[in-house]
């Protein structure tokens, strides 16, 4: 894993003022070790890994967990696990799908809004099933565009 | 002849071959949700029970376990109820500094991240690139954000000089203790493999006792039968470390002591390692063993 930049105080805040203004709360990224890696892509780790381990961790593979990806348009992209964390607090891009929906959802399929809040079209959105955060998607005009990765999805799922 | 090894360490070597597990199990991973709104969840889809020896693990009986919402959000892992018991014997602690050795597909590791509850440093190794890419899915979908995944030979991962407050070895074995869920595993079973092993989980051993700090705990298991592969491998690095074992404890499962005698060679502190066997819990088998770096 090649980290690109560890991010310092100063570059978290930037990033919790982006999720603010995309996600409308305060999410305490402080609270973990945040850095990027290629693409841009954000991830986090627990704040007791020492990142100077890794001038002994040679073959180290992947450290803490994938968040999210920040867009050029500062908007951010985020993971299953980022939009639980993010999505807990969230006041703005969250969409609530029905059951039957959701079950279309996690095997991959864009699917229906039973309902927005605060949502721009063509804007990341946390999706949600009555208290389950169950991904991102992006609002389209009468759909949410799937962003599920392949390897998440249960293609064959109980209803 | 894996019968007959069999009568030579129980005196119920039948039951331990007509042994059928009927449950399936599964653990909570509560840094995502809590065990009872977990089980409330599940309670409307399939018949659930509590685990006895585990306040997060559950057993279940459904078709298709792993095809609903609850797994998809990474509510839970499946999870073999035995395989449990191994970071619960480690008298974990939040802030710990653990190294698992053989970690993938990362049962044991994420259930010790969210033992810790996301907090200290959990350095989850394979030698396996393929096993590392389920370990990695698997860590990221329990949200395991205190996880590093390394890819070094755990039989020289001492040559990092890195030193651990406790180490998970949950050694490759032979996994003759499966034959619950696998009765065709007798037909296949060499003892020419069981020396194979024996031999790789020498090293995998002495590795680890290099890595402990002082005081440190390495907690060995193995969800093999053989004595070669447990009791051996434990006085192999006995004999050679400055470690002794500690007696293990566990409530609310039946567990026997380690064999203390095989092939001539005699285990005095067998007592206090612990063996699980299919017929006594319906779980696999399994053997653990804690020891302490003196």
Known sequence: ?159 | MFRERIEQMIPDADAFFAAEQEWKSIRANTLKISREELLERLQAKYEIKEMPWYENGFFIIGEDIAKNMEYYLGYYHIQEAASMLPPLVMEIERKDFVIDLCAAPGSKTTQLAMMMENSGVIIANDISISRIRALTHNIQKAGAANCIITNYDARYFDKTGLKADKILLDAPCTASGKIIKNKKMIEKWKYWRVKKMARLQKALIKAACNCLTKDGILVYSTCSVEPEENEEVIDYALQRFDIEVEKIELKEIKTRHGIKEWNGKKFEWATKAIRIWPQDNNTEGFFICRLRKC
């Open chain 1, 1 to 159: 894993m090649q980290i690109k930049k560890v991010l310092s105080s100063k570059e978290i805040r930037e990033i919790e003022a982006i999720i603010e203004k995309n996600y409308g709360c305060k999410v305490g990224l402080h609270n973990y070790r945040v850095f990027m890696t290629g693409e841009e892509k954000i991830w986090i780790a627990s704040k007791d890994i020492d990142f100077g381990i890794f001038d002994v961790l040679k073959r180290c593979y992947r450290i803490g967990i994938y968040f999210g990806k920040l867009k050029r348009n500062r908007k951010i992209k985020l993971s299953i696990e980022g939009a639980m964390i993010v999505g807990r607090k969230a006041t703005k891009n969250v969409v609530f799908i029905g059951e039957k929906e959701a079950i279309k959802f996690i095997q991959g399929y864009d699917v229906r809004a039973d309902k927005l809040i605060n949502a721009e079209k063509n804007n990341f959105v946390i999706v949600k099933c009555g208290n389950a955060i169950i991904g991102t998607g992006i609002l389209r005009d009468d759909y949410i565009e799937n962003l599920v990765p392949k390897a998440r999805r249960i293609v064959k799922i109980d209803s």
